[in-house]
């Protein structure tokens, strides 16, 4: 008797279980496709790292095909791209009084921010620097953004 009623006491202190929503894919999404409201929903239930903002995907790019009802994972999306694969871009060098302005060929498809590696025309050395706004690459010391 004396157990039922502390099983019973311990049952009433245990916390209720909390509910939860991650934002999943309400289509088919194939990666390159700037996200819209309707292409997003929230789901019950919690996955480590998936979003849980309908704010934080809106806008975005899919970097990889998402899945209809699958979790929307934060490395799944990025910002849209502004520079394409094999497109030429000014690459910068600016380190303290130091600017230096080359051509240079994109290597890969990057967005505002991204780090995207560049083959420069001159020398045909690779670097990495980082998207500005205004679609130019900045290497060097005072690379980010």
């Not at 899945?67 to 520079?83: F, H």
């Amino acid at each position: 008797m004396r157990t039922v009623l502390l099983l019973g006491a311990l049952a009433a202190a245990a916390p209720a279980p909390i509910s939860a929503e991650m934002l999943v894919a309400t289509r088919t999404i194939r990666g390159q496709t700037i996200l819209g409201p309707g292409d997003v929903a929230l789901a019950e239930g919690t996955m480590a790292g998936a979003l849980t903002d309908p704010y934080d995907a809106i806008g975005q790019e899919a970097r990889v095909n998402l899945y209809a009802g699958r979790p929307i994972m934060a490395g799944d999306l990025g910002a849209p791209a502004i520079i394409e694969r094999n497109q030429i871009v000014t690459v910068f060098y600016r380190n303290g009084v130091v600017n230096i302005a080359a051509d240079g060929r994109a290597l890969e498809r990057a967005g505002i921010g991204d780090p995207l590696r560049v083959m420069n025309l001159a020398s045909r050395t690779t670097v990495t620097g980082f998207v500005a706004s205004d679609g130019t690459v900045t290497v060097g010391a005072s690379a980010r953004p």
